[in-house]
T-cell receptor, first 115, second 112 residues
Framework: DTGVSQNPRHKITKRGQNVTFRCDPI?????LYWYRQTLGQGPEFLTY????????KSRLLSDRFSAERPKGSFSTLEIQRTEQGDSAMYLC?????????????FGDGTRLSIL | GDSVTQMEGPVTLSEEAFLTINCTYT??????LFWYVQYPGEGLQLLLK?????DKGSNKGFEATYRKETTSFHLEKGSVQVSDSAVYFC???????????FGDGTTLTVKP
């Protein structure tokens, strides 16, 4: 059972640049989630997909952020015109719709550092 | 909206000591409750879960009971080991498997 895979593990970029992260969920999982985690805090919800449909977006997800899951498999999270405040760990998780109350399985995250 | 409050850390214990990490929540309806653990340099892993009132989740010697009357889900372990050193997150999720809401985490350090 391969877990949730995120790439890259680390991204360092200059303020104002665009960045894109990728998440490959567990293959049979229908739902895919993006969270952001800063030091000393728990993960904060950004958005989630059920198959290819984006079902909910947090108010944290400004218009500089966009997420896609075009074929209901992998997902990308893009941040345009990055700002210092975007520095964080970006976590992806997936879960199954089979049965109620399924837990989310997390990847190791992509750490973004803005210079 | 939903929220989770965890006891502030860090928590430092000696090996074989008893552990309690408090967690209380605010939510509409009847959410599922989870404890996740994050070891240094790794992603979050599910530790245990409970899906309805009075359910007890357990795993690796850890236990937590879903207490609806006190809206709590405290994590306990009778005898901690050095390998239990990690950050522990309490979380809730609605029953339709939507987004999870996390507490801020509690860092546990166990000394030999």
């Amino acid at each position: 059972d391969t877990g949730v895979s995120q790439n890259p593990r680390h991204k360092i970029t200059k303020r104002g640049q665009n960045v894109t992260f990728r998440c490959d969920p567990i293959s049979e999982h229908n739902r895919l989630y993006w969270y952001r985690q800063t030091l000393g805090q728990g993960p904060e919800f950004l958005t989630y997909f059920q198959n290819e449909a984006q079902l909910e977006k947090s108010r944290l997800l400004s218009d500089r952020f966009s997420a896609e899951r075009p074929k209901g498999s992998f997902s990308t999270l893009e941040i345009q015109r990055t700002e210092q405040g975007d520095s964080a760990m970006y976590l992806c998780a997936s879960s199954s719709l089979t049965g109620p109350n399924q837990p989310q399985h997390f990847g190791d995250g992509t750490r973004l550092s803005i210079l | 909206g939903d929220s989770v409050t965890q006891m502030e850390g860090p928590v430092t214990l000696s090996e074989e000591a008893f552990l309690t990490i408090n967690c209380t929540y605010t939510a509409t309806g009847y959410p599922s409750l989870f404890w996740y653990v994050q070891y240094p340099g790794e992603g979050l892993q599910l530790l245990l879960k409970a899906t309805k009132a009075d359910d007890k989740g357990s795993n690796k010697g850890f236990e937590a009971t879903y207490r609806k009357e006190t809206t709590s889900f405290h994590l306990e372990k009778g005898s901690v080991q050095v390998s239990d050193s990690a950050v522990y997150f309490c979380a809730l999720a609605p029953t339709n498997a939507g987004k999870s809401t996390f507490g801020d985490g509690t860092t546990l350090t166990v000394k030999p």
